[in-house]
């Protein structure tokens, strides 16, 4: 039985779908009922429980022999920092209580760092207490996910305006599908390994030039890219609606990224093939209006 946390979310989904093609046994963990029905008419076993809670989740997992673990980014706690770690703790217990003995963990890029990336080093303690659990981990560190431009749509579609958060709009990155993420998931529980590993994956290198124009295509209007300078940061992301203590760590992390802090610096690379412009050509005509959504599977935000 392989357990799949955040299975509503981007990364998660798709890493259960993929698994039940192929036959195995998935446990599906949702953090409420409603969610449940779907998962069970395509075969799945579902328990409904919050990574916060060790007993429920330390149950769900007894019996299984991988598990999927990611770590929720939710704009709404008052204290990331402690936030993080009340989820750590609970996740980290819960695994050597029921004995897991493989974990696949969504990480970011970066996660190596101990502190000046903002809310990555949530991530990079993540990544230390389940390294204590005695699991045998697949930790996955992927680059900027693609589908982070649908927190753009509105603002793009409403205002013609295309905001980066970098001194330049020009310097390609690699972006990866959150389809090749999944995938990435799904094969490290099928296939563990036989030591723990750091994996780095990455896709197709863009500027975010070139994605305000694959979405000017698809939008149907031109769009103006506005690369802010670092001193605007700050009061743009509070201008957006972010609380300012989330505004200062996103600030951080893009510091961070500017500095060549989330570099690529794991065990072996994965490289995604999903293009750029195929994300784009499948998101909605609109955006969802919550970053928090995304912050499910990974603490990208837009940039």
């Given at each position: ?36 029905s ?14 916060e809670?060790?007993e ?11 598990f ?28 050597i209580?029921?004995?897991v ?22 991530l990079?303690?993540?990544e ?17 996910f ?35 993420i ?25 500027s ?8 000017s ?6 769009l ?30 893009y ?10 610096r ?24 919550n970053?928090s959504?995304q912050?499910?599977?990974h ?5």
């Amino acid at each position: 039985m392989l357990a799949i946390a955040g299975a509503t979310g981007r990364v998660g989904s798709i890493a259960a779908k993929k698994l039940l093609a192929e036959g195995e046994a998935v446990r599906v963990l949702v953090r409420s009922e409603s969610a449940a029905s779907a998962w069970s008419s395509r075969g799945a076993d579902v328990r409904a429980c919050s990574l916060e809670d060790t007993e429920v989740l330390a149950e769900a997992l007894t019996g299984c022999s991988g598990f999927f673990v990611l770590l929720p980014f939710d704009l709404d706690v008052g204290d990331l920092d402690a936030y993080a770690d009340a989820l750590i703790s609970s996740i980290s217990e819960a695994v050597i209580r029921a004995g897991v003995p493989h974990i696949a963990a969504l990480s970011s890029g970066g996660a190596d760092l101990a502190e000046g990336t903002g809310p990555i080093t949530g991530l990079h303690r993540l990544e230390q207490a389940l390294l204590s659990t005695g699991a045998k981990l697949s930790i996955l560190r992927p680059a900027h996910f693609q589908e982070k431009v649908a927190d753009l749509i509105d603002v793009a579609e409403q205002t013609g305006i295309f905001p980066v958060f970098s001194a330049t709009a020009d310097k390609p990155l690699p972006m990866v599908a959150t389809m090749d993420i999944g995938a990435a998931v799904a094969r490290s529980l099928i296939d563990p390994p036989t030591n723990s590993e750091v994996i780095d994956i990455l896709g197709p290198a863009h500027s975010e030039r070139e994605v305000a124009s694959l979405l000017s295509d698809k939008l149907g209007r031109d769009l103006e890219v506005a690369a802010l300078p670092e001193e605007a940061w700050v009061p743009a992301l509070a201008d957006a609606g972010f609380r300012t203590h989330i505004a200062r760590s996103l600030a951080e992390l893009y510091r961070a990224d500017e500095a060549g802090l989330l570099a690529p610096r794991g065990d072996r690379v994965i490289t995604g093939t999903t293009r750029l412009e195929i994300t784009i050509d499948h998101l909605p005509a609109s955006g969802r209006g919550n970053v928090s959504e995304q912050g499910e599977d990974h603490v990208e935000v837009p940039d």
